[in-house]
Nanobody, 120 residues
Framework: QVQLVESGGGLVQPGESLRLSCATS????????MGWYRQAPGKQRELVAR???????NYADSVKGRFTIPRDNGKNTVYLQMNSLKPEDTAVYYC??????????????WGQGTQVTVSS
């Protein structure tokens, strides 16, 4: 059973930084990409950042230049480095893993979510 375990959320003031971590456990045949999504109250879940196994990244326009998504392939762990945080970054952040089994069937896994609150 594959599990994603997130950590690092919390309460910070505007302009501060925060680093989220997402570690995978369980048997994964092929891990194609990992990413971070967020969902604010009353809004739909949205992509924040994503990185493929080859290292290609894409970011939401709202976080470009402020967030990065480092990845440790050896540990199947992904991070979200968030700098210059704004109140509008407040949301529950979810880790996502895009996998394939040995016959190529894709499956996505989600973490339980971690709360990030940016407030003075």
């Amino acid at each position: 059973q594959v599990q994603l375990v997130e950590s690092g959320g919390g309460l910070v003031q505007p302009g501060e930084s925060l680093r989220l971590s997402c570690a995978t456990s369980g048997s994964i045949f092929r891990l194609n990409a990992m990413g971070w999504y967020r969902q604010a109250p009353g809004k739909q879940r949205e992509l924040v950042a994503r990185i493929t196994s080859g290292g290609s990244t894409n970011y939401a326009d709202s976080v470009k230049g402020r967030f990065t998504i480092p990845r440790d392939n050896g540990k199947n762990t992904v991070y979200l480095q968030m700098n210059s945080l704004k109140p509008e970054d407040t949301a529950v952040y979810y880790c996502n893993a895009e996998t394939q089994n040995y016959v190529g069937v894709p499956r996505a896994y989600w973490g339980q979510g971690t709360q990030v609150t940016v407030s003075s």
